[in-house]
């Protein structure tokens, strides 16, 4: 983490972006960026972290740090994803206010000028919340819809409803946030989780500008998974109800048995229920173990206190390191 540096020197903006093969887009991103920047006015800083790109994605950031002294560039030591590579940013971002934002244009800049002016109203956290998802599947909206229902109910914390990563938030927010460095970064959950005033701002989602979306179902399914197991741990409970569930009716049917061989005496029959009941508390106790699983998986991660990530080098915005070192 590097300290704030002191005085005037620390901007009034900091935009941090996560970038990850996304060679073909980042200038249209920058461009559009400052443009915006320069609408909003104010001390800007824009934080990209290369989150291990296999194109040339660093030697763009550099270009563009060459040419913009706003420009901060953090390179991972290799590929982190997408949420590892947010709090790398937000650990390097130094500006009194945050405006997280993806590389790919999906998250559209003009929205920024709403956000600072929601802050401006005394807001610590300004989240833009999409009305509509262009170009996006059917599956991939009501798979979204539903896990948003699913996590209002069960995750402890009320999550707002289609809201991604795009979003402003005040220093102490942010300092907020940076405290919690467990390993599983279930992001939409840590955003809900400080707290905070926090208010909406509507946008409409564009469609990727370039290059392809990194998602796809399974790591939706993880992602969820890990949205679950980071926030509650509901699953643990409805295991040791299904076991206690199985186990009475199991008294039951075994009451059953009993009385029924006492009356018609034991024609031996029996072998489908048996097999039946055999195979269904297999499954129900391996599907036991692998919930109990995930847990302790995470336990393990988090147990093992590695850093979040590495940084292969920090270079920052030549405009703040200017003032820092004054002398050189
Ligand atoms: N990203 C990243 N690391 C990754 C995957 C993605 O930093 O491992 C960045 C990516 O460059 C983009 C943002 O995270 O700026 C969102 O990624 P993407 O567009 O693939 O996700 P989606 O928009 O589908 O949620
Ligand atoms: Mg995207």
Request: one cysteine or more; glycine letters at 8%.
């Amino acid at each position: 983490m590097t300290p704030p540096p002191d005085g005037p020197a620390r901007p009034d903006f900091s935009l941090v972006v996560p970038c990850y093969n996304e060679e073909a887009g980042i200038a249209a991103f920058h461009g559009r960026a400052t443009a915006v920047a320069e609408t909003v006015g104010g001390r800007w800083e824009i934080v990209y972290v290369n989150d291990g790109s296999k194109d040339a994605t660093l030697a763009r950031l550099l270009a563009l740090r060459a040419h913009d002294p706003r420009v901060a560039v953090v390179n991972l030591s290799r590929n982190f994803g997408k949420e590892i590579a947010l709090t790398a940013g937000l650990d390097h971002a130094t500006g009194d206010a945050v405006i997280v934002i993806d590389a790919d244009l999906q998250d559209p800049p003009e929205v920024i000028p709403d956000l600072v002016s929601v802050y401006r109203e005394g807001y610590d956290t300004v989240y833009a919340q999409r009305r509509q998802r262009a170009g996006e599947t059917w599956l991939k909206r009501t798979t979204a819809d539903r896990f948003y229902r699913l996590m209002q109910r069960i995750g402890g914390v009320p999550m707002p409803r289609d809201t991604g990563d795009f979003r402003l938030m005040s220093r102490r927010a942010v300092d907020a946030l940076l405290r919690l460095r467990e390993h599983h970064r279930f992001m939409k959950g840590l955003f809900a989780w400080i707290g905070f005033p926090s208010k909406a701002v509507l946008y409409d989602r564009a469609p990727r500008h370039a290059g392809s979306s990194s998602w796809n179902y399974w790591k939706l399914w993880n992602f969820a998974l890990e949205g679950i197991t980071s926030f509650t741990v509901l699953p643990l409970k409805i295991a040791t109800y299904l076991g206690l569930l199985v186990a009475m009716l199991a008294i039951v049917y075994g009451t059953v048995i009993v009385i029924r061989t006492l009356i018609f005496s034991n024609p031996v029959p029996g072998y489908p229920s048996l097999i039946t009941v055999i195979l269904f508390l297999g499954g129900v106790q391996l599907m036991t173990l692998g919930v109990i699983g995930e847990y302790l998986g995470r336990i393990f991660n988090e147990s093992k206190a590695r850093p979040l990530y590495l940084i292969e080098r920090y270079l920052p915005p030549d405009s703040v390191r200017a003032d820092r070192n004054p002398a050189g």
